[in-house]
């Protein structure tokens, strides 16, 4: 696994979390991003660091909250004024987020994965 994600945990409602997202220099020139996926639920792109275009990108959900930033090693995502909706698996991708500027991966959908932290607002 190339892609470790860390920091998740359970918060009160308006508390903050910071997930990190480890990874190997050989990421640094592919787009890379967070998905959420809660139960019943399809995964969503949260925020992402679209390397190409210099921008970052937020769901509509999370802007204002949520900061998104990356170095030379980690990917991390600041997360304030959680709320009870944005409980789910968060996890760090790397790739294609489905935009055609993007490098691809290998894999099947273009992007690498991580195995997810599990973030819980109750």
């Known amino acids: 696994v190339q892609l470790v994600e860390s920091g998740g945990g359970s918060v009160q409602a308006g508390g903050s979390l910071r997930l990190s997202c480890a990874y190997s220099?050989?990421?640094?020139?592919?787009?890379m991003g967070w998905f959420r996926q809660a139960p019943g639920k399809e995964r969503e792109e949260v925020a992402s660091v679209i390397t190409r275009a210099d921008m970052s990108y937020y769901a509509d959900s999370v802007k204002g909250r949520f900061t998104v930033s990356r170095d030379s090693g980690a990917l991390y995502l600041q997360m304030t004024s959680l709320k009870p909706e944005d409980s789910g698996m968060y996890y760090c991708?790397?790739?294609?987020?489905?935009?055609?500027?993007?490098?691809?991966?290998?894999?099947?959908?273009?992007?690498?994965w991580g195995k997810g932290t599990q973030v819980t607002v109750s």
């Open positions: 220099g050989y990421y640094s020139r592919y787009c």
């Open positions: 991708a790397a790739g294609r987020l489905g935009r055609n500027h993007c490098p691809r991966r290998p894999g099947a959908d273009g992007n690498d």
